[in-house]
C-alpha cells in the first residue's frame, strides 16, 4: 500500500524560505519510472502543479515558479524535499504531494498525501 | 503551457441525476487527460485516466470520453457521496495543469 505523508511549517513570514517533507511509503524512487510531486491548493482555488522529481533524480519544475523551487530526494529515507524561496501571502495554500507511476504509458497523480495548509503572514 | 477550460465550474443536482462535466484543453492531449474527485477538505484522488479507463475500485457509474482536446466525465445516477469538486488535468506534456474544477451541489 502507497502512503505519502507531507510535513513542514504551518506558518511561514513573508520572505521566508519553506521547506517541506513529503515521507512516503510502499515504492522506493529508485524504482524505474516512479517519481514524486507536489501540487499546491490555495483555499477555495483549484490546483496547481508545482515540481517532480523522478526516480533518475530529472527534475522538471512549474516555469511560472521554476526560480523559486527546488525538489530533491532522499532514497534511504523515502523522502523527497520541497523547498520555495521568497514566500508570499498569495502563496498560502494547502501543499500536497502525489505518486507519479510513469511505466504504463499513461501516469496520473496518485496517491496523494492528506495535505499540509502553509499561511503566509507577517 | 496547456490550458484546461472546465465547465459548468459549478452545478446543482439531485440523488439519481445524470451530470455532465465538459473539459476542453488549449491544444491536442491525445487521450492523456485524467479526471480527479476531492470531497471536502480530502486530498483528490484519481477517477478516470487515459480519458476513458476507470480506476481500480471507483464505481461503474463514472465514465469519461473523448480525444484531442474535448473530453466528457459522466456519473449515472448521481449518489449522495459523489458531491464533490472534479477537476480534469492533461498528462500529455508537462508543465502538468489542472483545470479550474467543477463543484457539484445539491
Known amino acids: 500500500q502507497i502512503t505519502l505523508k507531507e510535513s513542514g511549517p504551518t506558518l511561514v513570514k513573508p520572505t521566508q524560505t519553506l521547506t517541506l517533507t513529503c515521507t512516503f511509503s510502499?515504492?522506493?524512487?529508485?524504482?524505474?519510472?516512479?517519481?514524486v510531486g507536489w501540487i499546491r491548493q490555495p483555499p477555495g482555488k483549484a490546483l496547481e502543479w508545482l515540481a517532480l522529481i523522478y526516480w533518475n533524480d530529472y527534475k522538471r519544475y512549474s516555469p511560472s515558479l521554476e526560480s523559486r523551487l527546488t525538489i530533491t530526494k532522499d532514497t534511504s529515507k523515502n523522502e523527497v524535499v520541497l523547498i520555495m524561496t521568497n514566500m508570499d501571502p498569495v502563496d498560502t495554500a494547502t501543499y500536497y504531494c502525489a505518486h507519479k507511476d510513469f511505466r504504463s504509458g499513461y501516469d496520473w497523480f496518485g496517491p496523494w498525501g492528506q495535505g499540509t495548509l502553509v499561511t503566509v503572514s507577517s | 503551457d496547456i490550458q484546461m477550460t472546465q465547465s459548468p465550474s459549478s452545478l446543482s443536482a439531485s440523488v439519481g441525476d445524470r451530470v455532465t462535466i465538459t473539459c476542453r484543453t488549449s491544444?491536442?492531449?491525445?487521450?492523456?487527460l485524467n479526471w480527479y474527485q476531492q470531497q471536502p477538505g480530502k486530498a483528490p484522488k484519481v477517477l478516470i485516466y487515459a480519458a476513458s479507463t476507470l480506476q481500480s475500485g471507483v464505481p461503474s457509474r463514472f465514465s469519461g470520453s473523448g480525444s484531442g482536446t474535448d473530453f466528457t466525465l459522466t456519473i449515472t445516477s448521481l449518489q449522495p457521496e459523489d458531491f464533490a469538486t472534479y477537476y480534469c488535468q492533461q498528462g500529455y506534456s508537462a508543465p502538468w495543469t489542472f483545470g479550474q474544477g467543477t463543484k457539484v451541489e445539491i
Open positions: 510502499g515504492f522506493s524512487l529508485s524504482t524505474n519510472a516512479l517519481g
Open positions: 491544444r491536442s492531449v491525445s487521450t492523456y
